[in-house]
């Protein structure tokens, strides 16, 4: 899914540093793929690559 790969890329380059700034990129996304739900971290989270979670994001 686009929204999983483009919030995934945005916390991995660091552009996300705190929960505030995940929920105001994660607004401005699903307005971006329409999407009717805002997913939850936790969804996000098990999106995330495995080497990803081992180093600490």
Known sequence: MPFHQDIIEQILSKKIQSKDELHKVKVQLCKKYNLRTIPR???I?????????E???
């Open 41 to 43: 971290d936790s969804e």
């Open 45 to 53: 989270l098990a999106n995330l690559p495995a080497d990803a979670l």
């Open 55 to 57: 180093n600490g994001v």
